[in-house]
């Protein structure tokens, strides 16, 4: 089953870390998702609250 991108329409790019302020995912990850293993849109997924911090600590 494939996994379902995490975008919420919220496209805005924090200059800092680089990271979607919506999904929280580089804008290289969110042009390629769909070209992307569900392995590694797993691993992408997984890093969320890593990626949270990273944010919250700009």
Known sequence: ???KSPCIELCEFDGRTGLCNGCLRTL?????WKK????R???II???AR???KLAGR
Do not use: P, S, Y
Request: proline share 0%; hydrophobic share 30%.
């Open 1 to 3: 089953m494939a996994v």
């Open 46 to 48: 997984n890093e969320r």
């Open 51 to 53: 990626r949270e911090k």
């Open 41 to 43: 849109r797993h691993q």
């Open 36 to 39: 992307m293993t569900d392995h």
């Open 28 to 32: 290289a990850e969110a042009r390629e």
